[in-house]
């Protein structure tokens, strides 16, 4: 495997169901992002993770969890989402949590909750 | 605070023209800018980014982008589309830090 991957591609899940999404990187990038990609809105920042350590929530729901157990994962737990919650979830990673550095994204988690 | 506006939701083009998309900044401070590609089931694909030095920037695939500080604007360009370039486009900018703030994206549909 080569680049960002995510796991699963699509998922479809009820409101009360708990779930997982899958982030690993093979880049050795010490930095990681969950983005949320709605229709027709600008990709939304989530989560920001450096060296292993969050440092950013920008003011997400805490029905998403995110866990970042070494450089190269990141999950995003869900539990008791919502309908507007359905959504491409993307996970991208970076050298590092600098200016200018270009991000890599996965293809991303298709979610659909009902 | 920045924001980036993307002036064109869709963009259809004939195989072999030229295409134009356009994005316009607004930022108090010295920003980076980013065009990024987004081709169908897939994540976003850097195309070309701008940091400093020539305002004329190339990227990848034959696009290429110019910064214009006084207009507050970084548009997109390519001399002749394949069909392969059907995609979504989008502008993202940093300024104060690491942070991209994205805009809506333009949607190109290149027609034979």
């Known amino acids: 495997e080569t680049g960002v991957t995510q796991t699963p591609r699509h998922l479809v899940m009820g409101m009360t169901n708990k779930k997982s999404l899958k982030c690993e990187q093979h880049l050795g990038h010490n930095a990681m992002y969950w983005y949320k990609q709605s229709a027709k809105k600008p990709l939304e920042l989530m989560f920001v993770y450096s060296l292993e350590e969050r440092v950013e929530n920008n003011s997400v729901p805490s029905r998403f969890s995110p866990e970042c157990p070494n450089s190269s994962h990141l999950f995003l737990h869900l539990h008791t989402l919502q309908p507007e919650d359905s959504a491409l979830y993307l996970c991208?990673?970076?050298?590092?949590?600098?200016?200018?550095?270009?991000?890599?994204f996965g293809p991303g988690t298709r979610l659909l909750v009902l | 605070a920045q924001s980036v506006t993307q002036l064109d939701s869709q963009v259809p083009v004939f195989e072999e023209a030229p295409v134009e998309l356009r994005c316009n900044y607004s930022?108090?401070?010295?920003?980076?800018l980013f065009w990024y590609v987004q081709y169908p089931n897939q994540g976003l694909q850097l195309l070309l980014k701008?940091?400093?030095?020539?305002?004329l920037v190339k990227g990848i695939n034959g696009f290429e982008a110019e910064f214009n500080k006084s207009q507050t604007s970084f548009h997109l360009r390519k001399p002749s589309v394949h069909i392969s370039d059907t995609a979504e486009y989008f502008c993202a900018v940093s300024s104060n830090d690491y942070k991209l703030s994205f805009g809506a994206g333009t949607t190109v549909t290149v027609r034979a």
């Open positions: 930022s108090s401070v010295s920003v980076y």
């Open positions: 991208a990673s970076s050298q590092s949590q600098g200016r200018g550095e270009t991000q890599y």
């Open positions: 701008y940091l400093s030095g020539s305002t």
